[in-house]
């Protein structure tokens, strides 16, 4: 079965660059059509999208987080991995990694694989 995994620091201090890394199992992160999700969730608000990585290594981002948020892969180990500099304490969330399937027969997508999001504490 896919998994997907989140590891990186649960602790950061504030004006550093936080890095999480997705470690993904059983589905190649270049396979056509997917995409490659960060997701974060702080306590008591919505999900909000950060940015995402297709097959090919193009990227896209959220403009609230644009300036702050870099993507890259790893494709030897199958990871992708999230940066957002300058972190401050509304950093502090819950935060995701996800696969995107865009489907053969419909314009539609599917978000069936999560990690279980790790949690990341902005604080000095």
């Known amino acids: 079965q896919v998994q997907l995994q989140e590891s990186g620091p649960g602790l950061v201090k504030p004006s550093q660059t936080l890095s999480l890394t997705c470690t993904v199992s059983d589905a190649a992160i270049t396979t056509n059509y997917d995409y490659w999700h960060w997701i974060r969730q702080s306590p008591g608000k919505v999900l909000e999208w950060m940015g995402a990585i297709g097959s090919s290594g193009s990227t896209s981002y959220s403009p609230s987080l644009k300036s702050r948020t870099s993507i890259s892969r790893d494709l030897s180990k199958n990871q992708y991995t999230m940066q957002l500099n300058s972190v401050t304490p509304e950093d502090t969330a819950v935060y995701y990694c996800?696969?995107?399937?865009?489907?053969?027969?419909?314009?539609?997508?599917?978000?069936?694989?999560w990690g279980q999001g790790t949690q990341v504490t902005v604080s000095s």
């Open positions: 996800a696969r995107e399937e865009k489907s053969s027969d419909y314009d539609i997508s599917c978000f069936h694989y």
